[in-house]
């Protein structure tokens, strides 16, 4: 929304971050046009040509998603690109993980041979559904698979068509799309050839999803969500309108961030039975029941950050004088839910700084959340223990499985020692430096939108860190108000402050490091 402008000031607080970051002033304003071509993702041709092809025949065709926002707002945007084009069969299966495994189930199969679905589009999963695509093919339904998780060559599915920026061989040079990324540049590529523009709404859904899925906010990622915020007050959605009226207004560049933040994780709730998801009917809905659909995910987003603070404070217990080299914890007293293991296992990363896993079991069998940070591969790491394993997939630093209880300890014994072997005796924590210095006086409104300009944050590109020298409680507290969770400041000592600055006049202090008294 704010417009960029020139920064003359090498003092300036965009200035300093660039500098340390190693950030092109440039590069801020890269726009759609440099978007890499979507020619250069491997079977993007055959894929939209098969999915054309239902279009153009009319063939009952079938969208698989996932139940978490990259996979809601993946099944959207498709959904709705088909539904702008004039096609009218096309429907939608969302699984609930809380019910069955991850992949392709015998749920689906039994609802696309009861529906009579000619062709399945899997979107952000498919790339580990080895046997769920070999029962589509038996029953004359093909496949074309899109997602974003790491490949294992050893076990593709035997699809009609596979869309994967991690294939082999693929061509396209920015890997870490989240699910829904992957969704949009198909929907790109075929609006071209079938001459319908993909409008804003779709990269604001693309945004929503991506930011959910922690996926680096770089490169492409950060020119989609550049490309909202900054054609804001272009957007025409009725599920953003509607959200819009329930939301505090939008007045700035931090505003639409923390605008598709906050949906981001409000369509994270409502998993339902038989297909269905309360957040996707939500955003199809017109009528007078969206009213409902969203105090019902407003209620479930209530009960789910009760459950996250409660799941938080035992993982406090848990990690409490903790020291070793990596964290495994088996749930076995059934605390954590299932839906919250990921979470869980981010939580702990963040707080110790070293790879951590988090198991327990879940319908009969053993699940398993992992999350790392650089310098660890997650999904190598359940690679090295497949033989254990009944299924794994993810990312470099987030991933999971499933394993039989009886492979339980062989996968301990195996994962223990990849880690002798990959990881040192113990943790290093690192003391990260600020990323700028100001003085009282510069946190101006220039510099506050200087950093807007550096939006979206996230991984790769966290929150920039801001040092103020020589301060105390008091002088900060004539400017700003403090964010709960802030650092305590002791009353009346000078020394230095580290921030977050999260709006003109609100900032949250990380740490506090008194001056040292004179000798």
């Known amino acids: 929304m704010v417009d960029a402008h020139p920064d003359s000031d090498p003092n300036s607080l965009l200035r300093q ?30 894929v939209a040509e098969r999915i054309s092809r239902a279009m153009f025949d009319n063939e009952p065709t079938v969208i698989f998603g996932h139940d978490d926002p990259d996979g809601i707002t993946s099944t959207y945007v498709m959904y709705q690109f088909f539904n702008a084009c004039g096609y009218q069969r096309h429907n939608y299966f969302i699984p609930n993980r809380n019910l069955e495994p991850h992949g392709i189930q015998d749920s689906f199969v039994n609802f696309v041979r009861e529906g009579g679905y000619k062709l399945v589009i899997t979107v952000d999963n498919g790339i580990s559904s080895y046997q769920g695509v070999e029962k589509l093919n038996q029953l004359g339904c093909e496949v074309v698979i899109t997602d974003h998780h790491l ?16 294939l082999p061989g693929c061509q396209y040079p920015f890997k870490a799309l989240a699910g829904v990324g992957v969704a949009l540049m198909l929907a790109r590529w075929l609006g071209r050839s079938l001459e319908h523009k993909v409008p804003l709404s779709s990269y604001f859904w693309t945004a929503v999803g991506s930011i959910a899925d922690k996926v680096p906010m770089t490169g492409l990622n950060r020119i989609i969500i550049r490309h909202v915020i900054d ?64 105090q019902s995910m407003e209620a ?7 459950e996250l603070n409660r799941v938080f404070s035992f993982l406090d217990s848990v990690t409490a004088g903790f020291s070793s080299h990596a964290f495994i914890y088996f749930d076995d007293e059934g605390v954590i839910p299932y839906p919250l293991l990921g979470t869980g296992a981010t939580y702990v990363l963040g707080k110790l700084g070293i790879p951590a896993i988090l198991l327990k079991q879940h319908n009969g069998g053993i699940v398993c959340e992992g999350r790392c940070g650089d310098g660890f591969n997650m999904v190598e790491a359940f690679a090295y223990c497949r033989e254990h394993l009944k299924q794994f997939g993810g990312h470099v630093k987030a991933a999971g499985f499933t394993l039989e ?21 113990g943790p290093t924590p690192s003391q990260e430096e600020p990323d700028a210095c100001l003085g009282l006086d510069q946190f101006t409104l220039d510099n506050w939108r200087g950093l807007e300009q550096l939006l979206p944050f996230g991984q790769q590109h966290q929150e920039p860190r801001i040092l103020v020298r020589d301060t105390r409680l008091d002088e900060l507290q004539k400017l700003f108000l403090f964010e709960h969770g802030s650092a305590s400041l002791p009353l009346g000592q000078t020394g230095n402050a580290l921030l977050h600055w999260r709006g003109p006049k609100l900032v949250k202090i990380l740490s506090f490091d008194p001056a040292a008294a004179p000798a």
């Open 151 to 166: 490949i294992q060559p050893e076990t593709l599915p035997n699809a009609h068509a596979i869309l994967n920026p991690q």
């Open 17 to 46: 971050i660039c500098l340390k970051r190693g950030i092109s002033l440039d590069s801020l304003s890269a726009g759609l046009e440099t978007l890499p071509d979507e020619a250069l993702l491997a079977n993007i041709k055959p």
């Open 300 to 306: 479930q987003q209530k009960k789910w950050e009760g």
């Open 405 to 425: 209880p009886d492979r339980y300890d062989a996968f301990l014994e195996c994962y223990n020692h990849y880690l002798a072997v990959n990881l040192g005796s």
């Open 231 to 294: 054609h804001w007050d272009e957007m025409n959605d009725p599920s953003v309108d509607f959200l819009l009226r329930n939301h505090k207004r939008i007045e700035s560049d931090m505003d639409v961030f923390n605008f598709m933040q906050y949906t981001s994780r409000l369509i994270a709730n409502g998993r339902e039975s038989n297909g269905q998801h309360t957040a996707m009917r939500f955003i199809l809905q017109m009528g007078d029941a969206k009213a409902e659909l969203f």
